[in-house]
């Protein structure tokens, strides 16, 4: 896919279908989680991958908001050498844009970073950022009808030009 | 380009040729930033674009480690209705790989995020985040020699499976 495209018409989605993500697939998702460029070229993106359904459920049962996470064919939880919260996002956003441009969608969720955590045996000393949920999705369900979309502010709202 | 092939290959940059961007293409980059995905749909994300010589010069010397910035052909400053790195850092991704796929280098930057308010005339009440530098890039110094380019760690390295 265009990476023009990919970007732009990239939604987050929580709503997957019941397919699992082949390997090749997930591997091209990490890689670019991988190659994403870091603050100081700090590198600070760590990836713990779950795939096991009972561990999946486990985590969407960790708060109200994350139960739509129970359909995600993998769930890529973002732990960091170093707090770093807009590193992660662009290590988040190259993975789910690549995944799109894949046929697979993808929304972050924070859950409680502790639980997570603990949930995952992740050492002492590292800091759960947020989880990323993929799974392919139902291109007929994957966009609200064109009548009820909530469309983003347009660019002249957002833009400003050589000052505020 | 390839959305796969953008998302990877991409490298921050901080040299750049004495090349305007076009306004077409700036609004590409734009439509990049705008079309990010948020955390529960705030669109907290703004956009200041620079690109009067003066005031990237000004932008440039608000800190040592910003004077290459001063080269840049245009610069996005990311202000924000409410602080959230994690967004800013989507946002910042989405922005960079479209230009990437354009053959437009960037990198972040942080400076005084006072300082560079006031130069910009950002009101109170909204948050100075990152700035993005854009530019051309020479292919033929856009890379460092494969002899010595730093390589990312490898991705059995950072990924753990299941569990850490």
């Given at each position: 896919?265009?990476?023009?495209?990919?970007?732009?018409?990239?939604?987050?989605?929580?709503?997957?279908?019941?397919?699992?993500?082949?390997?090749?697939?997930?591997?091209?998702?990490?890689?670019?989680?991988?190659?994403?460029?870091?603050?100081?070229?700090?590198?600070?993106?760590?990836?713990?991958?779950?795939?096991?359904?009972?561990k999946v459920a486990a985590i969407a049962a960790l708060g109200p908001?994350?139960?739509?996470?129970?359909?995600?064919?993998?769930?890529?939880?973002?732990?960091?050498?170093?707090?770093?919260?807009?590193?992660?996002?662009?290590?988040?956003?190259?993975?789910?844009?690549?995944?799109?441009?894949?046929?697979?969608?993808?929304?972050?969720?924070?859950?409680?970073?502790?639980?997570?955590?603990?949930?995952?045996?992740?050492?002492?000393?590292l800091h759960v950022n947020r989880l990323i949920?993929?799974?392919?999705?139902?291109?007929?369900?994957?966009?609200?009808?064109?009548?009820?979309?909530?469309?983003?502010?347009?660019?002249?709202?957002?833009?400003?030009?050589?000052?505020?």
């Amino acid at each position: 896919m265009d990476a023009y495209r990919a970007v732009v018409d990239k939604r987050d989605q929580r709503i997957f279908l019941e397919r699992p993500i082949p390997d090749a697939t997930l591997e091209r998702i990490l890689q670019a989680g991988r190659m994403t460029g870091s603050s100081k070229n700090r590198e600070p993106n760590r990836f713990v991958v779950v795939r096991e359904r009972a561990k999946v459920a486990a985590i969407a049962a960790l708060g109200p908001q994350a139960r739509w996470v129970a359909a995600a064919a993998a769930v890529v939880v973002i732990v960091q050498t170093e707090r770093h919260d807009y590193d992660a996002g662009r290590c988040a956003q190259n993975m789910m844009v690549v995944a799109w441009g894949d046929g697979v969608g993808s929304c972050p969720a924070h859950v409680d970073e502790t639980q997570l955590g603990a949930l995952l045996r992740v050492p002492a000393g590292l800091h759960v950022n947020r989880l990323i949920a993929f799974g392919y999705i139902d291109p007929a369900r994957a966009m609200p009808p064109r009548s009820v979309a909530r469309r983003r502010l347009p660019l002249d709202e957002l833009a400003h030009y050589e000052q505020w």
